[in-house]
């Protein structure tokens, strides 16, 4: 199975979750006569709940969507039957999000709306946590080499929605606007790239390993290229960075199919000088036993 389809199935599934959220959103509708200005404004006043719960939903999807690329088309180079199956749970929670959020909409003050709607993005968190971490430890998928800080951000950045959304259901026992706000914060979290340059910072005074290079699974070029500082310079900053790991790793393999390329020129070249030289000792052995390389030595040195 090729990389591109699952990237072609996950762009899919993503764009129709994201636009059915919005059909949710309906027209407010008026039995006899023409309503008036404040009749339309009341109408969409009660719609209020319905459209923040789609913008919420929206921004979580959003936010899924860029960390399911970076873990499925960035960080890993090839595709097994494992990590589809992984991937087809993910997208199966991924599309119940519609209609938890209409729910949420609708019943903003419910705790059993909250309790669903936080029990999805459980779901949906954990299975891409597992679906990162059966990447790291199948030898069997090759992936891009980063930083142990990279690694431990991007952790953080899957967890932190499902530990938000564990709070939320049980703050929704107390008050549901407050677990309406914590799940605001976990989604802002993610969206916003400056939280990487806060987690980083707080990263670098717990660890003293941030720096240091995790490497990638299978056969990997970027392996081969650890010891080279022009490949393995990964500002932490750039965690989310995918066109630089692409470049990176584009360089990488150039430069080592390139040299491999040289490399084989030289064996192929040793090849066939090695083979004209047994060719030509084999010659003059069978003219010395018959005697003609002895004549034409004769004659030349007449």
């Not at 030898?139 to 080499?145: A, C, L, P």
């Not at 142990?148 to 259901?169: E, N, Q, T, W």
């Not at 040289?262 to 083979?275: L, N, V």
């Amino acid at each position: 199975m090729k990389q591109q389809r699952l990237d072609g199935l996950a762009d899919g599934i993503f764009a129709i979750v994201m636009t059915l959220l919005v059909i949710e959103m309906k027209v407010p509708v008026f039995l006899g006569g023409h309503p008036t200005d404040a009749m339309l404004i009341n109408a969409l006043a009660g719609t209020w709940n319905i459209f923040m719960s789609l913008v919420l939903s929206f921004a979580l999807l959003f936010t899924y969507w860029r960390a399911h690329h970076f873990i499925a088309s960035v960080y890993v180079k090839n595709l097994t039957v494992g990590l589809a199956n992984i991937n087809a749970i993910f997208f199966f929670f991924i599309t119940l999000v519609p209609f938890v959020a209409h729910f949420l909409g609708e019943f903003p003050h419910s705790q059993i709306a909250v309790t669903l709607y936080g029990i999805t993005v459980i779901a949906i968190g954990l299975s891409l946590f597992y679906m990162r971490m059966y990447v790291e430890r199948n030898i069997n998928i090759e992936t891009s080499v980063i930083t142990k800080a990279d690694r431990r951000s991007g952790y953080i950045r899957i967890l932190f929605p499902v530990f938000s959304a564990a709070v939320a259901i049980l703050l929704s026992y107390w008050n549901t606007t407050f677990s309406m706000v914590l799940f605001t914060i976990a989604i802002m979290f993610n969206l916003f790239p400056a939280s990487s340059n806060i987690m980083h910072r707080w990263l670098d005074l717990i660890f003293s390993d941030d720096n240091d290079l995790v490497k990638g699974n299978y056969d990997s070029p970027m392996n081969e290229m650890m010891k080279n500082e022009e490949f393995i310079c990964v500002p932490k900053s750039a965690v989310f960075d995918h066109h630089r790991f692409k470049e990176v790793d584009t360089k990488a393999r150039a430069t080592l199919v390139k040299n491999d390329k040289t490399t084989k020129k030289i064996k192929t070249q040793i090849t066939k000088e090695s083979k004209l030289d047994k060719e030509l000792e084999k010659e003059i052995i069978e003219e010395i036993k018959d005697g003609s390389v002895e004549e034409l030595i004769v004659k030349k040195e007449e």
